[in-house]
């Protein structure tokens, strides 16, 4: 599960809370992963949010995809090929494969 941590409130005093994946940071989530890499992971991360949001709303795929690279000047094939990437490895997915060599 998630790492426990301790929180001190003055009203409830001292209890824990669970630490979710959203709270760790980029570096533990991708260790041995440049910071250039980094940041474009999270970048794509983002625009993956945006289409996931899209599609929550209403829209079909093809258009959450269409309307999320007309917003962000992507490409529709790279967008997809991230999409895709992400559902099957998570961020890791993310890293580009013809840069770095990146260790696991």
């Known amino acids: 599960m998630g790492q426990v941590l301790k929180r001190f409130s ?3 005093g001292v209890r824990e ?10 570096t533990e989530l991708l260790p041995g992963v440049p910071e250039s890499q980094r ?7 983002g625009y ?7 599609v929550a ?3 079909d795929v093809d258009r959450a995809i269409a309307a999320c690279c007309e ?10 090929n ?6 099957k490895l998570g961020m890791i997915g993310l890293v580009d ?6 260790r696991f």
Not at 48 to 54: G, Q, V
Not at 82 to 87: C, E, M, N
């Open 82 to 87: 991230w999409v895709s990437r992400y559902r």
């Open 39 to 45: 940041d474009k992971v999270l970048l794509r991360r």
């Open 97 to 102: 494969s013809n840069s770095e060599a990146v």
């Open 57 to 59: 709303s209403g829209l």
């Open 10 to 12: 003055r009203r409830q």
């Open 48 to 54: 993956i949010e945006e289409f996931y949001r899209l």
């Open 17 to 26: 809370i669970r630490r979710s994946k959203y709270d760790i940071p980029v």
């Open 71 to 80: 917003t962000h000047k992507l490409r529709v094939f790279s967008l997809r």
